[in-house]
């Protein structure tokens, strides 16, 4: 269930994240808070893609 809601906030940030300012530049055309909110999804789905592997592992 943890994983779950980790998965979750880290989605919900990413959206945050890419709605906000861009923030500091980090090139010409990529702010700080663009950069953090693109690869948070990336996150967010490998948590959210760990969550079925556990529940249907056969080797309980």
Excluded at 7 to 21: K, R, V
Excluded at 33 to 56: D, E, K, T, W
């Amino acid at each position: 269930m943890l994983v779950t809601v980790l998965a979750a906030t880290t989605g919900l940030m990413a959206a945050l994240l890419l709605g906000a300012d861009p923030g500091p530049p980090v090139t010409a055309g990529v702010g700080l808070h663009q950069l953090i909110g693109y690869n948070l999804p990336v996150i967010s789905a490998i948590l959210a893609l760990r969550v079925p592997v556990v529940v249907f592992r056969r080797d309980r």
